[in-house]
């Protein structure tokens, strides 16, 4: 499991960081991850409030729905402080706070792709969950929670 995400790591990493951080796109991307972030809550049955999205774990999906694949997942902290050395994201532009959430999209956007199939193959009439938040980071624009 832990090759494999290295592997979409490296992926993404060599995805090329546009500079448009400006773009009012970003801002429509983010709006559509909130709405995504929704419909997601309507189909768990599960209480939707934006303050939700103040907190890591209410953008935790995986461990959401399956409690306890947390522990297939590399540690978070060791993935923020040791994986993401040569990646292409600029996390000097954050708020102190707001950088690990930029952190935590990567890592989550990686492990949905992984067990997507295995564990969410229900929840397929759904989007997947990260990717607009992926692609205002591969467009070089923040997110601020």
């Known amino acids: 499991m832990d090759n494999?995400?290295?592997?979409?790591?490296?992926?993404?990493?060599?995805?090329?960081?546009?500079?448009?951080?400006k773009s009012v796109a970003n801002i429509l991307l983010f709006k559509h991850y909130l709405q995504t972030m929704y419909k997601w809550y309507l189909e768990l049955s599960l209480e939707w409030d934006y303050k939700i999205t103040k907190r890591k774990e209410g953008h935790n999906l995986i461990?959401?729905?399956k409690?306890?694949?947390?522990?297939k997942?590399?540690?978070i902290d060791f993935f923020r402080v040791n994986l993401l050395n040569d990646t292409?994201?600029?996390?000097?532009?954050?708020?102190?706070f707001d950088y690990l959430f930029v952190y935590l999209f990567i890592y989550l956007f990686i492990y949905w792709d992984i067990f997507e199939n295995e564990y969410f193959s229900q929840y397929k009439h759904l989007p997947n969950p990260y990717l607009s938040v992926i692609k205002i980071l591969l467009r070089g624009g923040a997110c601020f929670l």
């Open 4 to 21: 494999l995400f290295l592997e979409k790591l490296n992926d993404l990493k060599k995805e090329t960081v546009f500079e448009n951080e």
């Open 88 to 96: 292409s994201f600029n996390t000097d532009k954050y708020r102190e």
């Open 73 to 75: 997942m590399i540690d």
């Open 67 to 71: 409690p306890g694949l947390s522990n």
């Open 63 to 65: 461990e959401i729905i």
